[in-house]
């Protein structure tokens, strides 16, 4: 057991008590320089769900809050900005709003929710800044509007310096927009209560009272919508300068492997945390993909514990997170987005324009749904081409998190009857029995229901993807698809993922012919056997302990061959 422990800041997102108690900080202070270089006063900041967006607000309002100065070196002394801290340093009175914990499930919970976490925010900038009369005090708080409220605030500290720092600024707008469309647009229109919250803080910026202004969110999916009336914001998610101020970079992580984890296999380890938490390019211009650092603190923390790998690959709460995400696959035209999901389940990446403004005053089209799955860390850019990008799955946990969505989107879609412990039942039996048929029993019931649809062209990709997203609900494999080994390419190997190791790994070639076709079945299956036959020869097939492989043929939607291979 690894006797030394340090403290991971995993689900801390407050960052006094982060450094007053003592947790490991990944410094990213120096970015605080970063941004007053830029020369931009009023700015948007979007990146996915957990990807450290509050621990870094917490750190600009621990940097500029002016109620902060006496502390500032027992804060900061010890890091980047603490050596070298700028002439803003806690010159401002901090408004600080977040806006995540609104219940959107009504109209009215929402309007109210909404109305409430203002009055919070403005209660905690009173409470902190003084300086006006229980009057005046009263008079802010009891108001009914978000905007009016806000106006008299500004008005009550019409000679203060006022830096605005709005924590996820979309969260609520996001969840509205995936089951109530009308209601989202009437709420950021002309004469919602969002716009004209905006409208009143841009009006403060002209009035030189506002003299800052910090958002993070997302997506920009509701950065047009919500804010035409703050429209001197500049949104630098994509600016290669910025590009590693949220997420870890690999060598971040590495230095953070080896001082936790001092006894470990750090090459190994590290492949592993790559090929699970890596792979997330935010700019074209950038050089270096980044970690997830939510999902890589969340790893290390239960390593460090039991010193074995976490059960489960994300923590409960942030797979939760993703689970809200299914529903805009429905957003708009659901059979347009399902070949977007189905292209990247098959072929691991797509191709769009990136849409840097969302606005629902056009329609919302295909380049706009591959862009919202890339502000969600769903998909990440992996190339260029001309104009355009090549998106891609960004790593294993995100590919398991599709796999899940493909299940869930085709069963609602198309009212497959399965479930998921019996999925995971047939998936026992066939890693602690080579017992293979119950499974094969449910992806045929599944091809049965599907082919019904006079829609749904099958092809062996997309019986590959579903045969995969069915595997992937049991959690007891490592599941490659096409892994490159030795320039050959098996179809499907299942692996011991650590710290399950089931009786059996496995192979798996996946072949498909049309119904047409049948009459080369012999000649196919004949292809299939030699070419499985050779992947068992490769040396690092050799190497995989208690290796079963099989070849499985599909015409049309019926299993016809099922034939396990043995030098």
């Known amino acids: 057991m690894n006797t030394q422990r340090i403290k991971l ?30 020369d931009e006063p009023y700015f948007f900041f979007l990146r996915p ?12 309002r621990y940097y500029y809050g002016l109620e902060h100065k006496e502390n500032f070196d027992e804060i900061f002394g010890k890091y980047y900005i603490g050596k070298h801290p700028t002439a803003r340093a806690n010159t401002y009175h901090v408004l600080y709003f977040e806006f995540s914990r609104i219940d959107t499930s009504t109209t009215d919970s929402t309007v109210h929710g909404f109305l409430n976490n203002v009055k919070d925010g403005i209660k905690g900038f009173i409470e902190r800044y003084g300086q006006i009369s229980d009057t005046d005090k009263r008079e802010i708080l009891s108001d009914t509007k978000p905007n009016t409220m806000l106006m008299k605030l500004f008005n009550a500290y019409g000679k203060s310096q006022i830096f605005v720092i709005i924590d996820e600024y979309d969260h609520f707008a996001n969840e509205i927009l995936a089951f109530n469309f009308k209601g989202f647009q009437s709420f950021v229109g002309e004469n919602g209560f969002v716009r004209k919250f905006y409208e009143t803080i841009k009006a403060a910026t002209g009035d030189g009272i506002v003299e800052f202004f910090f958002g993070t969110g997302i997506t920009p999916i509701t950065l047009d919508s919500m804010t035409s009336g703050f429209n001197i914001t500049k949104n630098f998610s994509t600016q290669k300068s910025l590009h590693d101020m949220l997420g870890f970079t690999h060598q971040e992580v590495e230095q953070l492997v080896s001082s936790i984890l001092p006894n470990q296999n750090h090459a190994a380890l590290m492949q592993e945390i790559k090929q699970l938490y890596n792979g997330y390019l935010f700019s074209r211009h ?5 970690y997830n650092p939510d999902m890589v603190l ?40 399902s070949l977007v999901l189905e292209e990247l389940m098959a072929l691991n990446q797509t191709r769009a324009f990136l849409t840097r403004q969302f606005s629902f005053e056009r329609d919302f089209n295909r380049n706009d749904f591959v862009s919202l799955l890339f502000y969600l860390g769903l998909v990440s850019i992996k190339s260029a081409f001309l104009n355009q990008l090549n998106f891609s799955i960004p790593n294993y946990v995100i590919k398991e998190l599709y796999r899940e969505f493909f299940l869930y989107f085709i069963k609602n879609q198309n009212k497959l009857d399965f479930d998921t412990v019996s999925v995971s039942d047939a998936l026992i039996k066939l890693a602690e029995s080579n017992t293979i048929e119950p499974f094969l029993d449910i992806i045929d019931n599944a091809l049965k229901t599907l082919s019904n649809q006079d829609y749904k062209k099958f092809d062996e990709k997309y019986i590959k993807a579903l045969f995969v997203g069915f595997t992937s609900l049991s959690k007891l494999y490592f599941i490659k698809s096409e892994p490159e080994i030795e320039s050959k390419y098996p179809d499907i190997l299942l692996l011991y993922r650590p710290p399950f190791y089931p009786k059996y790994q496995f192979l798996f070639e996946l072949k498909y012919l049309s119904k047409a076709s049948e009459k080369g079945l012999k000649t196919k299956t004949d292809e299939a056997v030699a070419q499985v036959k050779k992947y068992l020869q490769l040396e690092e097939i050799q190497s995989l302990k208690n290796l079963k492989a099989y070849v499985l043929i599909f015409v049309g939607s019926k299993i016809k061959v099922i034939q396990e291979i043995s030098l």
Do not use: C, M, W
């Open 9 to 38: 800041p995993y689900g801390i997102s407050n960052f006094k008590r982060l450094v007053r108690d003592g947790y490991h900080y990944v410094d990213k202070t120096k970015y605080i320089e970063h941004l007053e270089e830029s």
């Open 49 to 60: 769900r957990r990807f450290g967006k509050s621990l870094f607000v917490s750190q600009l």
């Open 286 to 290: 950038a050089s270096e993909s980044i």
């Open 298 to 337: 969340y790893y290390l923390n239960e390593f460090q514990k039991n010193d074995i790998p976490p059960d489960e690959l994300i923590d409960t709460n942030i797979a939760s997170d993703y689970g809200k995400i299914k529903k805009l696959f429905a957003l708009q035209e659901p059979f347009r987005n």
